[in-house]
C-alpha cells in the first residue's frame, strides 16, 4: 500500500486547510493512520492519529483547531485544519501502521501560514 497526501498550499493566519491522504488499497490493512509535520530546521513531530476503532489523537498545540478523520470507502484519511497560526507551517505527511504493512509514510505536502 502506497500514500499520497495532497491539499496544502498558502493560507493566512486564521485560516483553514483540509489535507487528504489516499491509499492504493484498503486503509483497513492500517492500525493506525496518522499526520506528523516536520517544519524547516525541526524535527518530524506527530499532529494527529486515528486508530482502527475510531479514536483519535492529537497532539497539545492543534487540539481544538485540527481534525482527523477517515473515509474508508474512499481509502482517504484528512486532516481538516481551522484557525491555523504560522507556527502551524511545515511539511505534512500522512503515516500508516499496520501489523502486515509495517509503517509506510507518504510523500509530503508543503502547508505554509502567513502572519
Known amino acids: 500500500v502506497q500514500l499520497q497526501a495532497s491539499g496544502g498550499g498558502l493560507v493566512q493566519a486564521g485560516g483553514s486547510l483540509r489535507l487528504s491522504c489516499a491509499a492504493s488499497g484498503s486503509i483497513s490493512s492500517f492500525s493506525t493512520m496518522g499526520w506528523y509535520r516536520q517544519a524547516p530546521g525541526k524535527q518530524r513531530e506527530f499532529v494527529a492519529r486515528i486508530l482502527s476503532g475510531g479514536s483519535t489523537d492529537y497532539t497539545d498545540s492543534v487540539k481544538g483547531r485540527f481534525t482527523i478523520s477517515r473515509d474508508v470507502a474512499k481509502r482517504r484519511v484528512y486532516l481538516q485544519m481551522n484557525s491555523m497560526k504560522p507556527e502551524d507551517t511545515a511539511v505534512y505527511y500522512c503515516?500508516?501502521?499496520?501489523?502486515?504493512?509495517?509503517?509506510?509514510w507518504g510523500q509530503g505536502t508543503l502547508v505554509t501560514v502567513s502572519s
Open positions: 503515516n500508516g501502521l499496520g501489523p502486515r504493512t509495517g509503517q509506510i
